[in-house]
């Protein structure tokens, strides 16, 4: 009766089995210089691959991870980058083609030069996922006010849905690619920034 009569027994879970095996290890943290090979190899294939530019060559990823590493952020899967973010610091309202190679450190908006998703890791939530993460984490950086991005026409649904809206045309272009650039207001949501939970 004992057996039966317990509360716990209908809430006490079975005994995990073989549980290394079922759980996949994911890790979100920020990337450091070592990463710049897994970083440029994603790139190449989503980018380069398709329209032969990306967003950051090899020793822009080195760059920028060496000087601002707090504004990238990583999503790992057994060890294996499978999505990223690359952010620096920029200083103006609007973007202009130095934005594309500095890291401006007194600056209050932070330019998101990348996201990119590794291809077998597409259509599964991750880019949304990983963005979501990173802006709340600049909610906790007391130095940004706002993140500023460019993407081609047809991504502006995709970053509306994480909260960016649109700004416009951007000034820069590369070669033949035109962008638009979208703004998110990091502060400014004082429920937010009330539970943010920093
Ligand atoms: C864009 C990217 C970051 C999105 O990440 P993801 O994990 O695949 O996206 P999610 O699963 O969170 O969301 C899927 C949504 O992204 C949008 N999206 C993704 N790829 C798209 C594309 N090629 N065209 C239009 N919308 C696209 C759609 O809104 C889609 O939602 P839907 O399937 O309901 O239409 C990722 O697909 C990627 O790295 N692509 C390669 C790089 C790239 O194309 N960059 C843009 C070129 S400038």
Partial sequence: TSYINNPLHHVRSPVPQGRRHTLPASEFRSLSPE???????????????????????????????TLCPELSLGWFEEGRLVAFIIGSLWDQERLTMDALTLHKPHGATVHIHVLAVHRTFRQQGKGSILMWRYLQYLRCLPYVRRAVLMCEDFLVPFYQKSGFKALGPAEITVGPLNFIEMFYPVRGHSFMRRNSGC
């Fill in 35 to 65: 990463d710049a090979i897994s970083v440029f190899e994603i790139e190449r294939e989503a980018f380069i691959s398709v329209s032969g530019e990306c967003p950051l060559h090899l020793d822009e990823v080195r760059h920028f991870l």
